[in-house]
């Protein structure tokens, strides 16, 4: 237990009585009047300054607000373009149904125009509009639209001043054949933004692109090419000098545009403000702390000590070892008995805690015990070595999860020396449990093998011994068989709810290996789907757990078979140890650092001629 002695000291009641009596003749007579003197000089600036970063958190706050609503208005003409699209083909459609439709998806939404572009011979030619005077003009100076996918922007040429276009790129076989745009006049954003209710100065509103040229704003006068010098305090702020007017302001970005929001306001406004706050505040000040404060405070000296001191003694026991001590209410105690009540909230919360830190560190150790168990476990049921047959070659590949779970690879010839017996497995479930199961069916399947020739008997046995041990806990465990006999060439194989192997032949082709069936350990099973392939010289056989398949990335994108499927065709090198190095590397590059949720276990053959 943590040793909560801390002092031997005694506290006399006397000595903290005069020491409180001297602070508040300190206080009131000589820190708070000398100050004073000072304070006429230097609070003037120092709350300026104060009131100026203030001033560039709020309006910081302010753009960033409306900026969202401003991106909120932009997302819904996305919608409309989107169901526009949707509704229309536009390299199909003509006449003046399409005209009619867009005149009343402009009438709607309140909007400028509403217009498709067609790109023909490199230029862009309006085909269709809610406005007749835009049809079949060139419009190329909008050429840059078809790079992207949406745009919003506001071209310094345009079809009509102060308008913001917002477009959509039209694609035919993943080319760019035309964009259809949206023109939303400046004003419709700007006048939704209310500022009078909701600071006290007088601030001035604009948008301005990346060139921090202003484009519109609520004072005329700043029109055009600013100069922004940064404020190095706070970020995203900037001083303004324009016509001898300083001004300050927060320029904030419109997501998924080139546009920004500029609030700004004139440093006069400021100055005036903080001059009336000043003066207001200094009579506030010499009447409170001077007058009345001296007088209160020399009136509870008394009524202080005692909680106080109370407080002290409480510690005093605490620290000579009796933890069970606690600090009890005193009469107009005020924040001291409050103090006391926290101080005694903290004993108690650090007996509690110490307490559940000694049971949490007993629990830890548990776990990593059964953690290093399962460890053990899972890394004993692979194959330590591979067999050395003439006709075959082996590689394997595991990447283990934080978890301990239930994968297992195994690769043995059949008591004989002819049928080499191939299996992979996954047991539902994670911890001891999974590995325990997985190594039951392991030692069935070894046992099976000896006892019976053909892989089905093999299957059926095992997978009703087991679901004997299972019982109603659910669990299970899919599997990928097979028994390859190596003078005839002829692989027989069954997946039971497992992901069917990869054999990619040697003349590049790629079958997947998959027949019907469920996972053992769900019910009794009579009989097993069991194929048979021929396999050839250079053939490669891979097996792989839903941990490859089920691999994700930061967007929750699965890496599945059809990535690996890809890779398989793309390898041109079939030695199983490079497949399997390549493989791993792929998903830990498709991955990147997102945590790993399963284990990854892949196995790599390649059949070889007979020697």
């Given at each position: ?389 003439p006709k075959v070659e082996a590689a394997p590949g595991y990447l283990s999860a934080k978890e301990v779970s239930g994968d297992f690879y195994d690769l043995f010839l059949k008591e004989g020396g002819r049928d080499l017996f191939i299996a992979i497995a996954d047991a539902s479930g994670k911890g001891i449990s999974a590995c325990l199961y997985s190594l039951n069916i392991r030692s069935a399947l070894r046992a099976f093998t000896t006892t019976f020739s053909n892989l089905e008997d093999i299957v059926v046995a095992t997978n ?148």
């Amino acid at each position: 237990m943590v040793d909560l002695k801390i002092s031997k000291k005694r506290f006399k009641r006397k000595s903290l009585t005069s020491s409180i009596a001297l602070r508040v003749f300190l206080v009131s007579f000589v820190v708070l009047v000398i100050p004073l003197c000072f304070h006429a000089f230097f609070t003037f600036k120092q709350e300026y300054n104060q009131k100026i970063r203030d001033l560039f958190i709020s309006l910081n706050i302010l753009g960033r607000s409306h900026s969202s609503l401003i991106e909120t208005e932009m997302q819904f003409y996305k919608q409309v373009l989107d169901i526009v699209e949707e509704e229309i083909n536009f390299s199909k459609e003509k006449g003046a149904t399409v005209n009619a439709y867009l005149r009343k998806i402009a009438w709607i939404t309140q909007t400028k125009d509403v217009f498709y572009l067609a790109s023909e011979d490199s230029k862009l030619i309006c085909k269709f509009s809610s406005a007749d005077e835009l049809l079949n003009k060139d419009v190329s100076f909008f050429q840059d639209i078809l790079s992207k996918e949406n745009f919003v922007f506001a071209p310094k040429k345009s079809l009509a001043p102060s308008i913001i276009y917002i477009s959509n790129t039209i694609y035919e076989q993943n080319k760019p054949i035309g964009a259809l745009l949206i023109g939303v006049p400046i004003t419709e954003f700007i006048s939704r933004l209310t500022l009078k209710e909701e600071v006290s100065y007088f601030i001035d509103l604009s948008l301005i692109n990346s060139q921090n040229e202003v484009i519109h704003s609520s004072d005329k006068t700043l029109v055009g090419k600013l100069n922004l010098v940064p404020f190095k305090k706070t970020a995203n702020s900037f001083w303004i000098e324009k016509d001898f007017d300083k001004r300050f302001a927060v320029k904030v970005p419109i997501k998924d545009t080139e546009f920004y929001l500029l609030f700004d306001i004139a440093k006069k406004h400021i100055v005036e403000m903080q001059k009336k706050d000043f003066i207001f505040k200094m009579l506030s000040l010499i009447f409170f702390f001077v007058v009345i404060g001296g007088s209160i405070a020399f009136a509870f000296i008394t009524f202080l000590s005692k909680p106080l001191y109370n407080l002290f003694e409480t510690m005093q026991k605490i620290s000579e070892g009796k933890i069970d001590e606690r600090f009890n209410k005193t009469g107009m105690g005020f924040e001291i008995n409050i103090l006391g009540e926290f101080f005694n909230s903290t004993m108690d919360s650090l007996i509690f805690h110490q307490k559940m830190a000694e049971e949490e560190n007993l629990q830890k150790q548990k776990l990593q015990q059964e953690l290093k168990i399962g460890h053990d476990i899972q890394l004993n049921m692979f194959p330590t070595s591979f067999l050395d047959l003439p006709k075959v070659e082996a590689a394997p590949g595991y990447l283990s999860a934080k978890e301990v779970s239930g994968d297992f690879y195994d690769l043995f010839l059949k008591e004989g020396g002819r049928d080499l017996f191939i299996a992979i497995a996954d047991a539902s479930g994670k911890g001891i449990s999974a590995c325990l199961y997985s190594l039951n069916i392991r030692s069935a399947l070894r046992a099976f093998t000896t006892t019976f020739s053909n892989l089905e008997d093999i299957v059926v046995a095992t997978n009703n011994l087991f679901i004997k041990d299972t019982k109603e806990t659910g669990m299970f465990v899919t599997t990928w068989l097979a028994l390859f006999d190596e003078k005839k060439n002829i692989l027989h194989y069954t997946s039971c709810g497992h992901p069917g192997a990869l054999l990619k032949k040697h003349d590049g082709s790629l079958i997947e290996l998959q027949t019907e069936g469920m996972a053992l350990g769900v019910e009794p099973i009579k009989k097993v789907e069991v194929k048979k392939v021929h396999l050839e010289e250079n053939d490669l056989l891979v097996l792989y757990t839903d941990g490859v398949s089920e691999a994700r990335n930061a967007k929750k994108e699965q890496f599945n078979v059809t990535r690996i499927i890809e890779f398989l065709n793309k390898s041109k090198n079939t030695l199983p140890s490079d497949v399997v190095d390549k493989l791993l590397k792929e998903i830990k590059a498709f991955t990147q650092n997102e945590p790993q949720s399963d284990d990854i276990t892949v196995l790599a053959m390649r059949f070889l001629a007979k020697e």
